[in-house]
C-alpha cells in the first residue's frame, strides 16, 4: 500500500511538471530526458550480480548553461546464487527514488558535445531488501529488510553528445550517500547512466 501510494505521488508530480511545460517553456528550454542501465556479472557458473534501472527527466534551463532538474528512478539490484540447482540463494533489492539537481552545462546549445556538474538531493521512496533461500528445493524466504524514506546529497558528471538541434545522447555518472549523512559509516551508491533527451 504504501509503495503504491508513493509511486502514485511521483505520477502525480510528473503530471504537474507537464502541465505547467506550455507557460514555463515561455520563459527558458525544456529538457525532457529517459536514461537506462544494465550490468551482469556472473560469479560462477551458475551464480551472478544483475542491476538495472530507468531514469525519466524533466529539466527546466534558465539559460543556455544553468539548469534546474527533476528525475524518477526505478530501479533493482539482484544475486543469484545456485541458479537451477538444488540449494542456493536469490536476493534482490528494490529501489524507488526522485531527485533534485542543479545542473550546469558547459558550452552552447549549438556545441556538439557539452560535459556538465550537478549537484543537489535524491529522496529514497523505498529501499527494500528480499532474500530466499532453498534448501533441498524447500525455499524459505526471510522477512524483508525495508530502509526508511530518507533525504540524502547526490552528485554527478557526464556528457550530452549533439545527434540533432534537439535531441542528444546523454552519458553520465551519478552518486548519492545510501543513507542519511547522520547515519555512520557513511557509504556511496552511484550509478552509470546513457540515455536521450529532447531540447525544445
Same mark, same amino acid.
Given at each position: 500500500?504504501k ?5 502514485? $505521488?511521483?505520477?502525480l508530480? &510528473? ?7 506550455p ?6 528550454f525544456i529538457e525532457v530526458?529517459v536514461?537506462?542501465?544494465?550490468? =551482469?556479472?556472473?560469479i560462477? *557458473?551458475?551464480?551472478?550480480?544483475e542491476?538495472?534501472?530507468l531514469?525519466g ?6 539559460d *543556455? ?5 527533476f528525475?524518477y528512478?526505478?530501479g533493482i539490484?539482484?544475486?543469484m546464487i545456485?541458479?537451477? *540447482?538444488?540449494n542456493g540463494?536469490l536476493?534482490?533489492?528494490?529501489y524507488?527514488?526522485?531527485g533534485?539537481?542543479f ?7 549549438e556545441?556538439?558535445?557539452? !560535459?556538465?556538474?550537478k549537484?543537489?538531493a535524491?529522496? %529514497?521512496?523505498? =529501499?527494500? $531488501? ?10 524459505y524466504?526471510a522477512?524483508p529488510i525495508?530502509d !526508511?524514506?530518507a533525504?540524502v #546529497?547526490?552528485a554527478?558528471v557526464? &556528457?550530452?553528445l549533439?545527434?540533432?538541434?534537439e535531441w542528444?545522447?546523454k552519458?553520465g555518472?551519478?552518486a548519492w550517500?545510501?543513507? #542519511?549523512?547522520?547515519?555512520? #559509516? %557513511?557509504?556511496i551508491?552511484?550509478a552509470g ?6 531540447? &525544445?
Amino acid at each position: 500500500m504504501k509503495t503504491c501510494l508513493k509511486s502514485v $505521488i511521483a505520477a502525480l508530480a &510528473f503530471s504537474l511538471l507537464f502541465v505547467a511545460l506550455p507557460e514555463v517553456a515561455k520563459a527558458g528550454f525544456i529538457e525532457v530526458g529517459v536514461s537506462g542501465s544494465y550490468k =551482469k556479472s556472473n560469479i560462477g *557458473e551458475k551464480a551472478y550480480d544483475e542491476s538495472q534501472s530507468l531514469t525519466g527527466s524533466v529539466s527546466y534551463y534558465f539559460d *543556455e548553461s544553468s539548469a534546474l532538474e527533476f528525475s524518477y528512478t526505478d530501479g533493482i539490484n539482484r544475486r543469484m546464487i545456485g541458479e537451477g *540447482e538444488a540449494n542456493g540463494q536469490l536476493t534482490n533489492m528494490y529501489y524507488k527514488m526522485t531527485g533534485l539537481d542543479f545542473v550546469l552545462t558547459m558550452g552552447t546549445r549549438e556545441s556538439t558535445m557539452r !560535459p556538465y556538474v550537478k549537484v543537489g538531493a535524491v529522496y %529514497i521512496l523505498e =529501499k527494500r $531488501i528480499v532474500s530466499q533461500t532453498w534448501l533441498n528445493n524447500v525455499v524459505y524466504s526471510a522477512a524483508p529488510i525495508e530502509d !526508511p524514506p530518507a533525504l540524502v #546529497p547526490s552528485a554527478g558528471v557526464g &556528457f550530452k553528445l549533439s545527434l540533432t538541434k534537439e535531441w542528444s545522447l546523454k552519458v553520465g555518472l551519478e552518486a548519492w550517500t545510501s543513507r #542519511p549523512v547522520s547515519q555512520t #559509516p %557513511i557509504t556511496i551508491d552511484y550509478a552509470g547512466r546513457v540515455g536521450l533527451s529532447w531540447l &525544445f
